[in-house]
């Protein structure tokens, strides 16, 4: 009796629609799982590396010579991708001598805003396909207990007597979608939850660096201008 109630047993004595269904479980949580350690890396990996070019760059390193470093570098991280994408706004803007520093920012303002969008896109990289498993999955795992009843229950038709017997194997075998559902949705959702709040932390951070770097550079461009007035007013 107990060997016939395993796991495995059931499993394997499940009807085609259910074995279907926990196939399709087995892959999503596969998937779910890969996601999961993937994600994790990369929102790890980029906090600590927002930390660390912050560090730098509260060093007192001049803005070209960070620019140098990074550009050298065969990978940049996403604070690295704002700050370049902002410094080169501005050198561009200035090569054009526009000396207007509110010209000047607005330009550089977009480029940030622009570049903090493309890295928080793919920080939210696979996390739909995270959440969908969440929220899915408990659903097809109950599919799959339905059927199950309904195909067990359809085969007490053929028996003259029921008893719990005849009737707990089909049940039981409905029972494990269930579970199965379950046990790829609950992580799917804890880690979606935690990876979402911690995107959102990492954008946050890459906001605030923005606005700090551009009021840094709205000070140089305001100081240009003031020389470029300054040398045209003394001619």
């Known amino acids: 009796m107990n060997e016939s109630m395993s796991i495995l047993n059931l499993i394997l004595n499940a009807s085609f629609v259910v074995q279907l269904v926990m196939l399709m479980l087995i892959a999503a949580s596969v998937v779910s799982w890969i996601i999961i350690v993937q994600r994790g890396r990369l929102l790890s990996a980029t906090h600590k590396e927002l ?3 912050e560090e730098r760059f509260w060093s ?3 803005f070209n010579e960070l620019y140098r470093e990074c550009k050298a570098q065969p990978y940049t991280s996403a604070a690295e991708n704002v700050f370049m994408a902002g410094l080169k706004e501005f050198s561009r803007m200035r090569q054009q001598n526009t ?3 509110d010209a000047v920012m607005t330009g550089v303002q977009r480029a940030l805003r622009v570049a903090i969008t493309r ?3 793919e920080l939210d990289n696979h996390l739909p396909l995270l959440a969908t498993i969440g929220s899915t999955s408990p659903y097809i795992g109950l599919f799959g207990t339905v059927w199950g009843i ?3 229950f359809h085969g007490l038709a053929s028996v003259k007597q029921a008893t719990i017997a005849t009737v707990a ?5 409905a029972l494990v979608a269930t579970a199965m559902g379950l046990l790829a949705a609950i992580p799917a959702v804890i880690f979606y939850n935690r990876y979402v709040a911690t995107t959102d932390k990492i954008s946050t951070g890459l906001t605030t660096f923005a606005d700090e770097f551009s009021s840094l550079l709205y000070r140089q461009a305001h100081k240009m201008h003031q020389s470029v007035k300054a040398g045209a007013e003394s001619h």
């Open 51 to 53: 930390r660390a070019f």
């Open 60 to 62: 007192g390193i001049d």
């Open 99 to 101: 000396s207007d520093p």
């Open 119 to 121: 890295e928080s896109e």
């Open 150 to 152: 309904m195909h067990s």
């Open 169 to 173: 194997p089909g049940i039981s075998e």
